[in-house]
């Protein structure tokens, strides 16, 4: 369905309108084309309604601001519904961008969510190993010395009995495919996770 504009014959009621559809517009930016649209169409078939009821009143300007007091701030209203929104994209395209804008619109909404940026902050950071292995190739990497414990990562306090690097060049190919791994399990335990939320909503 497309959307329309509602037109109103007071110059300062149009200004008005089109300055919140701006605000709705703004509030909405980080969903997709759809969600945006969809919100806008919605609230924008509630402004109409609203101001049906008063079209025979004299005072445009006055009823639609009225209207949109009741109504509330965009960018106040709609946080929760975009944070909703904005996790089920994420969770359907497993989007490195729309996961972490997701969890920060939500990282309001509980201490489960903290856990969740902390675990993909982690991956980021796991990830800084590949730069490390290529400048200090010497010294990043999986370490085994025999009666000792196995070294992961970046060691620069080798003695001279150096423990045996054992990836080798399969040290960049490894993290890659943990790092990926680990996103999507970890996308995976989001996308449960809000599962678990809208069927506790449902009940």
């Known amino acids: 369905m497309n959307f329309k504009k509602i037109q109103f014959d007071s110059n300062d009621a149009q200004?008005?309108?089109?300055?919140?559809?701006?605000?709705?517009?703004?509030?909405?930016?980080?969903?997709?084309?759809?969600?945006q649209n969809d919100i806008l169409m919605e609230l924008n078939s509630h402004i109409y309604e609203s101001s049906i009821k008063k079209e025979h009143s004299s005072n445009e300007v006055t009823n639609l601001i009225a209207v949109l007091d009741k109504i509330g701030t965009p960018?106040?209203?709609?946080?929760?519904?975009v944070a909703e929104k904005k996790l089920n994209q994420a969770t359907k395209t497993f989007n490195p961008v729309h996961v972490f804008q997701a969890l920060a619109l939500n990282i309001s909404n509980g201490i489960i969510y903290i856990i969740f940026f902390f675990l993909y902050l982690f991956l980021i950071v796991f990830l800084g190993l590949i730069p490390a292995k290529l400048i200090y190739p010497?010294?990043?990497?999986?370490?085994?010395?025999?009666?000792?414990m196995f070294?992961?990562?970046?060691?620069?306090?080798?003695?001279?009995?150096?423990?045996y690097e054992i990836l080798g060049n399969w040290f960049i190919p490894t993290i890659i495919l943990i790092v990926i791994l680990f996103y999507f399990l970890i996308t995976l335990m989001l996308k449960l996770k809000?599962?678990?939320?809208k069927t506790k909503i449902s009940i």
Not at 15 to 21: A, D, S, T, V
Not at 151 to 162: I, L, P
Request: proline share 4%; glycine share 4%; charged share 30%.
């Open 151 to 163: 070294e992961f990562g970046a060691v620069f306090n080798h003695d001279q009995n150096r423990p």
């Open 194 to 197: 809000r599962s678990l939320n």
């Open 138 to 148: 010497d010294n990043v990497g999986l370490y085994y010395k025999k009666d000792v």
């Open 75 to 81: 960018s106040e209203i709609l946080l929760p519904l």
């Open 15 to 35: 200004k008005i309108y089109e300055n919140y559809l701006k605000q709705i517009k703004s509030a909405t930016k980080k969903l997709s084309s759809d969600d």
